[in-house]
DNA sequence: ATGAAAGCGCTAACAA
DNA sequence: TTGTTAGCGCTTTCAT
């Protein structure tokens, strides 16, 4: 399969000049005189010559590509941090090699490996959380790795995120101050520990700061998307659940429907909070309050954070928390 | 930055054989006896050898990598389609460079020599409309391309789409079937060709089907999302419309609540029909009647489509074109 | 069935 | 400032 013709030795013979002077050329590289600069130029044109990354990349050990990893490749969280990095990642020449793992956890040892030997000059891990395999996959590299709104629990490694915590915390305390007496949480599964150790934590503290005791049987799961929301707001109702943080919002527009099919008045006799801010809240009637997380700004900076680690820059902070606030809208007071 | 240790060299020295042999044995060539073969996995194994992809892929001229040009990255549309390419290109051993145009047309000429450069074995593009910048780009070049969900209007290259112009069609007939007298069509911007020559025309024909005149005036433009949508309403109904075709989920959104806020009974006294059924359409309320096209079909398809002409294989058709359903929702009867 | 050796197209010392 | 020359790690004839 003949893609590449003109190489660079071409490019050499017609200019009349070595390889490595075009190289200099195509590099930038100051040391060339202007008049032979200007002829190689002359004919790179000509001959339409691109230089062939692949090459360079074997030659320099530099790609200039990075991997991407994420859950899902339809998920509105997760393509807006995706757009962050995509920005900066472009004004850095640098392309992305994206990865889902969706399927099977399983997948995720073979996908590291497969970017590492793509060579990839950095990766940036997307996930809820970063799961034991991914770690350790990570630590057995030199290839820096950074962490876009992903918890990471030992904080070894370099991450860019929002307090979730508090957060949480926040949301959950604002029903409180709403006159709410029975607040509950809706999570994706109660068991992964960044629900156990984050979130569920979050919520018990601000009960507990209210005086108000916590109950197990206030935290919901639920891993079924809208359907999924829709059919918990039965189980919240029954349990005289007054208010809820949702983490999903596509979950949190299946219990405001819910409520609305059920006449139960929002935000009156029951408020939600959702914790991702996508369109979907903006959109859905009642429009749905939100943590504001700032997306795009999570990825954007661990895109340049994974710059600097790529170019041995000396970082000044390597776990960056961005602030959060909280978008108030029809489904809270 | 010394990311490969353990090259085929060192494998094919302690396991006393040579490079072409651990080549071989790599590569699942059937000419290795079945004790060398042996002898090599277990050193692979003991090293925990990675073929190096960038060493192979100049070496073999192939890159087991594909591209993908998408128009935005934080578009549910694209991201479905996205993740049947992804499906396919995974059960292929295909990763993926994705890049995005949306930023600037300008871009566009830039990423493709871009992905060239880095010698993907084929590159899938999606937009609404191949643009002329990148059907010369692809001309240029032997490289496989197709395009996904994305018209071509001289069908010169390979694609897989639905029949755009019938799904209009049948949505507009559906409106005057149900009694409707007066729909519009509202798109992004009613001068760029794939509007001029398809949507428009498909609006027209249904009309005229109908015995209706076709009316200028009922064609709106609109760039601007959901606030966008939210907008256009107004003029929808002081123009006496009383159902609409939108193209996008958003800007259907942003009409359904309009007309909601302004007390307008939907479907009764106004219909719309999305054409992108996205989980929006089904999330507000009313929800939306939808064109629904089998976007990750078309993703999948697409990529299978690309890995046959990557590999030279016969192709039986070149524009595949994919059914569509209507899926009937509140906002029409 | 196995090995030797010539590249793939480029970068990067090192010389000049 | 420019050229020469080794590689980078692998695949792939061509011998044997």
């Given at each position: 399969m003949e893609k590449q013709e003109i190489t660079i030795y071409d490019v050499a013979r017609e200019a009349q000049v070595s390889m490595a002077t075009v190289s200099r050329v195509v590099n930038g590289?100051?040391?060339?005189r202007d008049d032979t600069r200007n002829k190689v130029l002359e004919v790179i044109k000509r001959l339409n010559y691109q230089p062939n990354a692949v090459a360079r990349g074997l030659a320099s050990?530099?790609?200039?590509t990075i991997g991407l990893i994420v859950p899902?490749?339809?998920n509105l969280y997760f393509s807006e941090l995706s757009k962050g990095i995509d920005d900066i990642a472009t004004m850095y020449k640098y392309n992305i090699i994206i990865t889902s793992v969706d399927t099977s956890v399983n997948r995720e040892e073979e996908v590291i490996q497969g970017l590492l030997s793509k060579q990839v000059d950095g990766v940036i891990y997307m996930a809820n959380e970063l799961s034991e395999i991914a770690r350790k996959a990570f630590e057995r590299n030199r290839t820096p790795f950074v962490l876009a709104g992903t918890v990471d629990h030992d904080k070894t490694l370099p991450s860019v995120n929002i307090d979730y915590q508090a957060a949480i915390k926040q949301g959950i305390t604002s029903f409180l101050a709403d006159g709410k007496k029975h607040p509950a949480l809706v999570l994706g599964r109660a068991d992964v520990e960044i629900n156990a150790a984050h979130r569920i934590k979050a919520f018990k503290d601000a009960l507990t700061d209210a005086g108000l005791a916590f109950n197990d049987s206030d935290i919901y799961e639920n891993n079924f998307g809208y359907e999924g929301g829709y059919q918990v707001f039965e189980k919240l109702q029954a349990n005289g659940v007054d208010s809820v943080l949702v983490t999903r919002d596509v979950v949190a527009a299946g219990v405001v429907n819910a409520a609305f099919d059920a006449n139960v008045k929002i935000p009156e006799d029951f408020e939600v909070i959702s914790a991702s801010n996508t369109i979907i809240s903006k959109i859905i009637r009642p429009s749905i309050t939100s943590i504001k997380q700032p997306l795009y700004d999570i990825g954007a900076v661990s895109m340049r954070l994974l710059t600097k680690m790529i170019n041995r820059e000396e970082l000044d902070e390597a776990h960056i928390v961005l602030p959060f606030t909280i978008e108030n809208r029809q489904s809270t007071k």
């Open positions: 590289n100051k040391n060339v050990k530099k790609s200039t899902e490749l339809n």
